[in-house]
Every structure is written in C-alpha cells, then in structure tokens.
C-alpha cells in the first residue's frame, strides 16, 4: 500500500513539475515582450538609429524618399565578403537611384575601418556594436538583406549571399531596374 501511495505521489509531482515548466518556458519574458514583431513583407520597417565609421548618426528614416538595400554583414563571414564587391558594383552604378548601407554586426570600429579600406567600399557603412538593429530586424544570419521601397515598406528580404543576378531581381521589387 505505501509504494502505490509512493507511486502516486511521484506521479503527480511529475505532472505538477512538467506543468510548472510549460507555464515558465511560455510566458514571454519582458525584454522579448518589447520587441517589435518580425520585418514582414508588405509592412514599414521599423526604425533604427546607428552610427556610422565617423560617428555620425543615421536612422532608416533618414532615407525616405529612396530605396534602400540594407545588408547586415560582418568581416568574419566569407559569404559577406563574398558579395561585398556585387554591392559596391551597383552602388557604383546606380548613383542616387537607391541607397546602399551595410550594417556591420558587432565589430569594432578600427576593424570596420580597415575591412571598408581594403576593399574599396564607398557604400554607406553603419555600426551595430551591441547587435540591437540586428536583434530588431530578427537577423539570424549573416549575409542577411533587405530590400525596403521609397515609402520605408519592406518588399523582399534575403537571406544568404546575393549574386548580381540575384540582386538585379530583388532590386526590380523595389522598382529599381539595374
């Protein structure tokens, strides 16, 4: 009789304890309760405020009125430094037309710096230190680009190194033909 009262006992902390947990486990903790939801297809994206390798201050907005390509790169990554010269070639090409900026994921400046030299890129280059723009944008991996129209809505997002045709269609979604 005292092992099947045994038995029942254990049985029922068990349940109580796989309950407890579920209850922990989904219950948004406050700082994923802040967040914004996912950049979606269709919708503004949201604003951010980053600085660039002079300290100036950019924001998303600070570009309406012209497409942007936003691509969320980092110097460690072979696939970003893969595309880094298909970027810098239409930057090139398309002038004014559209805005090219790379936001750099968590790398010091002096790195930053010297990663843009070696390479040549004249494309606006933002700093995200802490990782806050890429934690906004729900960006979980690097190459990550998104494709945002004249009006700040995003069109087409990328995930994965761009190649030029590939890049050619995506910026057709944001009414741009290269």
Known sequence: MKWKNFLFLAAGLAIGLILGMAVFISTPSKSSAEKISPPATGKPMADFELVDLNGKVHRLSD??????????????????????????AYHKQLGDEVVFIGINYMEDVATVQNFVEANQ??????????????????????????????????????????????????????????
């Open 121 to 178: 890129i004249t494309f606006q280059v933002l700093l995200d230190p802490a990782g806050k723009a890429s934690d906004k944008y729900y960006v979980q991996a690097y190459p990550t680009t998104f494709f945002i129209d004249k009006d700040g809505v995003l069109r087409a997002q990328r995930i994965g190194v761009l190649t030029p045709r590939m890049l050619e269609n995506y910026l057709r979604a944001v009414e741009i033909t290269p």
């Open 63 to 88: 570009f309406r009125g012209k497409p942007v390509v936003l691509n969320f790169w980092a110097t460690w990554c072979p696939p970003c430094n893969e595309e880094m010269p298909v970027f810098e």
